[in-house]
């Protein structure tokens, strides 16, 4: 066992984030939080995106060929710099970097933000697996086009390209990025956090990993578990 892989050692240092906000008593209210939460309005906004993703079906193929026919230097820079975001590195050593900066340092909202913003990945990592499963779309590289559901010898022959919808990718990084977006009022930042699951979701479909109508989704699952961390965990921000 390779104790020093790069996923082994984010996942324990994700665990220690999250044993180190346990012991400060900052997670065992969580139950009571969740009860007084509205979840209708969450699940409104998903059934909006799950209905914009529909309509995109049937353009999926189109707009998927405009995207990896757009064969400029800084397209594939944007491109390089999203595969980047989303397989090369992950973003959550980012962001627990920033944690423990904010432990050494004494600053509450550094570990406030930085540990909410991967509290809004984890469970959008998490509840994404549900429509991939449940739906079984083909990735386009398989060759079997954007209506191609319910492949179930995914589960007998490891059935990765039948887990499209959504990307887990784009997710991971949407889910961090629009959390923090939403905890500061600087503009320029707020570009910039937006755009970078974008980047993410231009590599996964220039690589032909994705369709349209996944990315939608899956931005949608980052902006609907970001909004419903901020709402759960109303902790310090980081305005700037």
């Given at each position: 066992?390779?104790?020093?892989?790069?996923?082994?050692?984010?996942?324990?240092?994700?665990?220690?984030?999250?044993?180190?906000?346990?012991?400060?008593?900052?997670?065992?209210?969580?139950?009571?939080?969740?009860?007084?939460?509205?979840?209708?309005?969450?699940?409104?906004?998903?059934?909006?995106?799950?209905?914009?993703?529909?309509?995109?079906?049937?353009?999926?193929?189109?707009?998927?060929?405009?995207?990896?026919?757009?064969?400029?230097?800084?397209?594939?820079?944007?491109?390089?710099?999203?595969?980047?975001?989303?397989?090369?590195?992950?973003?959550?050593?980012?962001?627990?970097?920033?944690?423990?900066?904010?432990?050494?340092?004494?600053?509450?909202?550094?570990?406030?933000?930085?540990?909410?913003?991967?509290?809004?990945?984890?469970?959008?990592s998490i509840?994404?697996?549900?429509?991939?499963?449940?739906?079984?779309?083909?990735?386009?590289?398989?060759?079997?086009?954007?209506?191609?559901?319910?492949?179930?010898?995914?589960?007998?022959?490891?059935?990765?390209?039948?887990?499209?919808?959504?990307?887990?990718?784009?997710v991971v990084?949407?889910?961090?990025?629009?959390?923090?977006?939403?905890?500061?009022?600087?503009?320029?930042?707020?570009?910039?956090?937006?755009?970078?699951?974008?980047?993410?979701?231009?590599?996964?479909?220039?690589?032909?990993?994705?369709?349209?109508?996944?990315?939608?989704?899956?931005?949608?699952?980052?902006?609907?578990?970001?909004?419903?961390?901020?709402?759960?965990?109303?902790?310090?921000?980081?305005?700037?």
């Open positions: 066992m390779d104790f020093f892989h790069p996923k082994l050692i984010t996942f324990t240092l994700a665990v220690s984030v999250y044993f180190w906000e346990w012991k400060g008593g900052r997670l065992r209210e969580l139950g009571s939080r969740i009860r007084k939460i509205k979840i209708g309005f969450y699940l409104r906004l998903l059934a909006l995106f799950f209905l914009i993703a529909i309509g995109l079906f049937f353009v999926d193929l189109d707009l998927l060929r405009f995207v990896q026919n757009l064969n400029y230097p800084s397209f594939n820079a944007i491109s390089r710099l999203g595969g980047f975001l989303g397989r090369e590195i992950n973003p959550w050593l980012f962001l627990i970097a920033w944690y423990f900066l904010g432990l050494v340092f004494h600053r509450l909202a550094w570990m406030a933000v930085s540990f909410r913003a991967i509290f809004s990945s984890t469970l959008a509840f994404c697996q549900i429509p991939k499963l449940l739906f079984l779309r083909a990735r386009p590289n398989s060759n079997q086009g954007p209506f191609s559901f319910f492949n179930f010898e995914a589960f007998s022959s490891g059935g990765g390209r039948f887990y499209s919808f959504p990307s887990g990718d784009v990084v949407a889910a961090m990025a629009y959390f923090v977006m939403l905890q500061t009022k600087n503009l320029f930042l707020r570009i910039i956090l937006f755009l970078l699951p974008i980047t993410t979701a231009i590599a996964r479909m220039d690589a032909n990993k994705h369709w349209p109508s996944d990315i939608v989704l899956s931005l949608g699952f980052g902006l609907i578990c970001a909004l419903f961390v901020e709402s759960l965990l109303p902790q310090p921000s980081l305005r700037t």
